[in-house]
């Protein structure tokens, strides 16, 4: 039962009775922002153990893939619809009908309801939770890969990756300029020359804590840090309620990495700020961690590029998702984790076009599944 649908949609022309052409085009926008066209309208009857309902001007889509029941065409013939954990009744003048069940997030008839077809029955979806279509225009997949700028090999090497990723033709014409990303990724210039690259994991780990952020988090958070591994450019970020949660961020990071990678962390850059220059945290890393920390000079944030450089990224990507997707900003916790996650997974040219993923784990990446306007909950690393 879709309470975001405006009418009932059916993809079997066999399962519309008293069904009449439509002449005028009728076209529908489904949740990627594709359109589909209605060829036709009519009645459905579903029938149940209880009883049968009868639903009417009910489109005739093709191309939906499959049926949806609108929740307020239902409500206006004066059917009361309910939603519990794991069914969906519908009632009217005192009888029920129950009609759904829950598979995962969706909604299913039972076994014992149908749609009354003379040639074969059919199975309406009646909670599509995830509307989600993997044909999309570039446009589409630019907004779900967190603005990410997307040429020809970039397209090629996500395609190949991303779960049944198919990049349809906008009937409508581009436009060069992202106006979302005019807005979310302005920044000043670099002033410094590029230096030598290490070239083993976790030979250099790059750290720099960004915040406080202008609201609070829906957690309470106001702060993140980033680890960066210069080697293969994989970011990981925790997300902090104060400064002083730096030590047991980078704990945490320091277990996890060296534990996936098999190696131990050597130099650990830092710019310097309080949270990295007091006596716990010098007393681990010099006593028992035995890792060298390299200071950048006060004042010059550009020394400390890699991580500024990916700070003002991982910014830029989440408030794209969060101007395009008109989230509060509450949820730029939850935006940055978001941009993270898919900064690991998607391919670098500083990398040879392969992804910090791949680069870490020395392994190909399977397939990239994402879902535009849904967040990423858990810390990466």
Known sequence: MDSGASQHLC?????????????????????????????????????????????????????????????????????????GQSTCNVRKAGVRARLGRRIGSLCCLNNGSAIRDTKQRVEANLGLMTNQSPRATLEVWHKRLCHRTLDEASVKYIGSKVQNMVVTHSSEPSTTICGICAIGRQHKKAGTKAREKAIEILAVVHSDLCGPMQTVGLNGEKYFVTFIDETSGRVSITLLWSKDGALTAFKDYRARAEK??????????????????????????????????????????????????????????????????????????????????????????????????????????????????????TNTY
């Open 260 to 377: 996936n990678s098999g190696r131990e962390i050597r130099p650990f850059r830092s710019d310097g700020g309080g949270e990295y220059r007091n006596r716990e945290f010098e007393k681990f890393l010099l006593i028992e961690a035995g890792i060298q920390h390299i200071v950048s000079p006060p004042y010059t944030p550009s020394q400390n590029g890699l991580a500024e450089r990916m700070n003002r990224t991982i910014m830029e990507n989440a408030r794209c998702i969060q101007e395009d997707s008109h989230l509060g900003k509450g949820f730029r916790g939850y935006a940055v984790l978001t941009a993270a996650h898919i900064h690991n997974r998607l391919p670098s040219r500083s990398h040879s076009n392969i992804s910090p993923r791949e680069h870490w784990t020395s392994k190909q990446l399977s397939q990239i599944v994402t879902k535009q306007g849904r967040f990423h909950m």
């Open 11 to 83: 993809g079997n022309r066999n399962a519309v009775a008293t069904y009449t052409n439509i002449s005028k085009v009728l076209e529908i926008t489904i949740a990627d922002g594709t359109k589909i066209k209605a060829k036709g309208v009519g009645t459905i009857e579903i029938v149940s153990q209880e009883s049968s309902i009868t639903l009417k001007d009910v489109w005739h889509v093709p191309d939906i893939g499959g049926n949806l029941l609108s929740v307020s065409r239902m409500v206006d013939p004066c059917y009361t619809v309910e939603f």
